[in-house]
Nanobody
């Protein structure tokens, strides 16, 4: 069964850090780009970051540049999102998704999706 499973979410104070993981099972993720998306209550889903199949290309939303870092370990079939200097506006459900080879900005082009993990930034 092909699936993506996110982990690492939780409650953190403003200025804190979290590392999210996206583990793939049932398929080799090393031929897939992995994107992270988030959706806050009452807001549309937005793309946060993406990494190409080889890890050679990454991109970030302007709102997280300089604070978030995406990386991948293809030997472990896992992609990570390191989130530093978190802000209350980063509060959302974070989901990872996979599409062949290269990143794209539109969520509908991603084939596989995880269930999501809640990130709450609050004092």
């Amino acid at each position: 069964q092909l699936q993506l499973v996110e982990s690492g979410g939780g409650l953190v104070q403003p200025g804190g850090s979290l590392r999210l993981s996206c583990a793939a099972s049932g398929f080799r993720s090393d031929s897939y780009a992995i994107g992270w998306f988030r959706q806050a209550p009452g807001k549309e889903r937005e793309g946060v970051s993406c990494i190409s199949f080889s890890g050679g290309s990454t991109n970030y939303a302007d709102s997280v540049k300089g604070r978030f870092t995406i990386s991948r370990d293809n030997a472990k079939n896992t992609v990570y999102l390191q989130m530093n200097r978190l802000k209350p506006e980063d509060t959302a459900i974070y989901s990872c998704a996979a599409r062949r080879y290269y990143c794209a900005g539109y969520a509908s082009s991603y084939t596989y999706w995880g269930q999501g993990t809640q990130v709450t930034v609050s004092s």
